[in-house]
């Protein structure tokens, strides 16, 4: 079935949906700013992850618009839009001066670049006080203008999807294929089997083994991304002999500037990937992709070691040589961020019918969501005993990343075992 021409996911009213999320989450954002209790800011910072959870929904539409003709240039396009953040978020406001606060950088657009404090940046132009008492006031501003103008183009340019909500409630669409057909022979509308119609369970879904494993290895890229964003972080600001790098806040801002920018490239990169190696072929190398980048992280700190002095300070500014050595990682770990693009395609792939594609891709938000919040809890804690206890050199944690990284390439390769 030639899904542009019948889509029929079963999450009613997206467009609405989008709508109201992407206003609450400007709502959320501009408050963050003003609060001084830390209970706010995690209350805050909990509706915000709440209001996200309609990511599920939207690789639902990608995946409607899409076919096995073009999935292998829809899904990286979209996926570029996250690199794009990265880019574009650094550039909106500085990391703080609280190394606390950096395992947010990665994701968030409201620490690491240029609009943050403006009063001390531009005092002529910001002479209210205002701008003095809340220094993120500015860059939550431009944040909250973008989320609003996301809101506004999801209602008026994002249309329904599911037929039964369609003002015109034909099955058939008319317009080309999303990206355009791949080849110039007749497409013919099949109709609708009883599978696109009617949703299956959870339970029918999870019962699925191929669809299992998609799954589970949509977790396993969760918790390695999870736990690289919270150790670069981490390991980035930790003076050097605790075999960290001792970078600055604007150095660490710079990296994941890079990171987003490297991202975009390999993506764009992406389509020819994938029709060379294949799908699972590519995602087996991300997941390999991973191990490297945790085996070449201790690496920058040898080398940081080796390049600094007994009287270097706290923060200092890194030579090439140790930039050179940090691109190491940094680029490898943006080669196993290819996997997030292919997972999207593994579940649409093996969603058993469009009207449960929803379901399915809720399932693997999930599992990727629910192990993004215990790799950083696992990561830092790990990384801070190593550090403060000298393990290894302050690099036990290498160790125990390693062998989380060889779990998770097992994971993925049972995708390849049920599905063959």
Known sequence: MNAACHP??????????????????SEETLPFCTYHASNLKVTDC????????????????????SDEANQ?????????????????????????AYPSTYTNAIRSPLI???FADPAKEWPDVFTNPLWKTYPYLLPCLITTAVSTVAALLSIFALHETLPGKRKNKSPVLEEEPLLGPESSATVIDVPP????????????????????????????LGLAGSCFTNVFVLMAYTPIRQGGLAFSPAQIGRAISSMGAVSILLKLCMPKLLRRFGTLGMFDFAMLAWMATFAAMPLAALVAQSAATAASPLLRDASTREWVAVAIPLFLSRLGCL???????LTRDHAPGSASLGTANGLAELAQSLASTVGPTFASSLFAVSA???LLGGHLWVVFMLLLSAFNCWVARRIRQYRD
């Open 8 to 25: 029929s996911t079963h999450w009613a009213g997206l467009a609405v949906g989008k709508l109201l999320s992407d206003a609450l989450r």
């Open 112 to 114: 690491g670049g240029t």
């Open 193 to 220: 089997t009883l599978e696109d119609l009617q949703p299956l369970s959870v339970r029918h879904l999870l019962s699925i083994p191929v669809l299992r494993a998609v799954i589970a290895s949509s977790g396993a």
């Open 46 to 65: 909990s509706t915000a992850g709440f209001f996200h959870s309609i990511t599920g929904a939207i690789h639902s539409v990608v995946g409607e618009l």
């Open 388 to 390: 403060s206890k000298h």
């Open 339 to 345: 996997a997030f693009s292919i997972i999207m395609i």
């Open 72 to 96: 292998s240039t829809a899904f990286p396009l979209y996926d570029i839009v996250s690199a794009l953040g990265f880019v574009i978020g650094s550039a909106i406001a500085p990391l703080p």
